[in-house]
């Protein structure tokens, strides 16, 4: 059964920080993985979907890797902003015709003004 | 860009009632959706594939005669919570991936329902 981890579970940092999330899964038969971000009482926003076959995916001012044999994944965010601040989540999808999700527990970050 | 509407956002209900919750992909088919339940400080845990046509496959200690799902359409999926009690409280939330290995199978979430049984 596959684990997702992420460390730490929390993180303060201060205003234009450039900081890494941590994301790792036990079973390296994954189709994809994907990371989100979520706010307070609200739902899921996608920030970068990787394929098992990339390495890692850029947007703005977040980038994403992926070693898929170690069961590793990265979040880093450059130049952080306060409204960065939120909890972001890691999931992986399953090789095959599964496209259920599993989620790690997330990483609650706090980025201070 | 591809779309998720859950509604409602927020249920208060009294125990034993029932709660339906709408998922709907607004700009795109979804022959699969899935629904999620969070609990307070835990991650998202999947309870259901909902299947268009065809029954909903439950994950392991989810009970389908509580949590009932119909997928009616290719644009709607419901999941009803029958005779709620206090422990049902969550916050659930829908999810329904690209057809077709859209945009590499990402899957769009919809904003969640917070569900308070009293």
């Known amino acids: 059964k596959q684990e997702v981890t992420q460390i730490p579970a929390a993180l303060s940092v201060p205003e234009g920080e450039n900081l890494v999330l941590n994301c790792s899964f036990t079973d390296s038969a994954i189709y994809n993985l994907q990371w989100f971000r979520q706010d307070p009482g609200k739902g899921l926003t996608s920030l970068l979907l990787i394929q098992s076959s990339q390495r890692e995916q850029t947007s703005g001012r977040l980038n994403a890797s992926l070693d898929k044999s170690s069961g590793r994944s990265t979040l880093y965010i450059a130049a952080s902003q306060p409204g960065d601040s939120a909890t972001y989540l890691c999931a992986v999808r399953p090789s095959g015709s599964a496209r259920q999700l599993t989620f790690g527990s997330g990483t609650q970050l706090t980025v201070l003004p | 860009g591809a779309v998720v509407s859950q509604h409602p956002s927020r249920v208060i209900c009294k125990s034993g009632t029932s709660v339906k919750i709408e998922c709907r992909s607004l700009?795109?088919?979804?022959?699969?959706m899935f629904w999620y339940r969070q609990f307070p400080k835990q991650s998202l845990m999947l309870m259901a594939t909902?299947?268009?046509?065809?029954?909903?496959?439950?994950e392991q200690g989810v009970e389908k005669d509580k949590f009932l799902i119909n997928h009616a359409s290719l644009t709607l999926s419901t999941l009803t919570v029958t005779s709620a009690h206090p422990e049902d409280s969550s916050f659930y939330i829908c999810s329904a991936p690209l057809p077709r290995g859209g945009k590499g199978n990402i899957q769009y979430f919809g904003a969640g329902t917070r569900l308070s049984v009293l």
């Open positions: 700009d795109f088919q979804a022959t699969t």
């Open positions: 909902s299947n268009e046509g065809s029954k909903a496959t439950y």
